[in-house]
C-alpha cells in the first residue's frame, strides 16, 4: 500500500509565501515523475508543477517564476515553495506521484490541502 501525506497548507495574504510537502510511504520501489496539481470548486484539476526523477521540471505558465517545485529523492518527497501568492492561487493542492510498486506502475493522489490567499 502507497501513502502520499502532505502538509503545509493554509491561510495568507496575498504577496505572502507557503511551503507545501509531500511525503510517499509504503511499498516503494521507484517514483518517476512527482507533482501538484489544485483544483477550485466545479473546475478541472490542473497541473501546477512537476519535477522528474532526475530534476526536470514543468511549471504552468500562471505560476512560473513565483513557485518553485523541488525533491528529496531519499525522502521520497516533493516540495513546492508558493511566493508572491496572488488571490487566483486559492484552491486545494493534490500531490500526485508514479510509483512503481514492485508489481507495476500506478499514479497515486494525496488527499488534497487547502490554500487560501485573501486581498
Known amino acids: 500500500q502507497v501513502q502520499l501525506v502532505e502538509s503545509g497548507g493554509g491561510l495568507v495574504q496575498a504577496g505572502g509565501s507557503l511551503r507545501l510537502s509531500c511525503a510517499a510511504s509504503?511499498?516503494?520501489?521507484?517514483?518517476?515523475?512527482m507533482g501538484w496539481y489544485r483544483q477550485a470548486p466545479g473546475k478541472q484539476r490542473e497541473l501546477v508543477a512537476s519535477?522528474?526523477?532526475?530534476?526536470?521540471?514543468n511549471y504552468a505558465d500562471s505560476v512560473k517564476g513565483r513557485f518553485t517545485i523541488s525533491r528529496d529523492n531519499a525522502k521520497n518527497t516533493v516540495y513546492l515553495q508558493m511566493n508572491s501568492l496572488k488571490p487566483e492561487d486559492t484552491d486545494v493542492y493534490y500531490c500526485?506521484?508514479?510509483?512503481?510498486w514492485g508489481g507495476g506502475w500506478n499514479d497515486y493522489w494525496g488527499q488534497g490541502t487547502q490554500v487560501t490567499v485573501s486581498s
Open positions: 509504503g511499498r516503494i520501489f521507484s517514483i518517476n515523475v
Open positions: 500526485n506521484a508514479r510509483i512503481h
Open positions: 519535477i522528474t526523477s532526475i530534476g526536470s521540471t
